[in-house]
């Protein structure tokens, strides 16, 4: 199985093709030099093959290249930074502002 993940525009979010097919996608909001990530969705006929991990581990990378800050509100997003330190210094916490923008 091949797979790419893409940085796509309205919504905003990064997604992940498996064999040319759109398996899923994580979501975010762009807040100055803050990037909230709120929602990770992978499609059900492809779970279980670890590409909610390949898709994060690639957004991540992406947000660090840009010089942003990782703001962790979807619980995959969240979980997954908790297995990779190496990480902890460009991620923070969800502010009241965070949240309230996310609300929109």
Do not use: N
Not at 28 to 53: P, Q, Y
Request: some cysteine.
């Amino acid at each position: 199985m091949s797979t790419h993940v893409t940085r796509q525009g309205d919504p905003d979010r990064f997604e992940i093709t498996a064999d040319d097919a759109v398996a899923g996608f994580t979501q975010f909001l762009d807040r100055g030099e803050r990037r909230v990530f709120f929602h990770t969705e992978i499609d059900e006929e492809f779970g279980g093959r670890g590409l909610a991990g390949i898709l994060v581990d690639e957004a991540v990378a992406a947000t660090r290249a840009e010089g942003r800050t990782i703001v962790p509100v979807c619980s995959y997003v969240k979980t997954w930074l908790g297995t990779h330190p190496e990480h902890e210094d460009i991620t923070a916490q969800p502010t009241p502002d965070d949240l309230a923008a996310l609300r929109g």
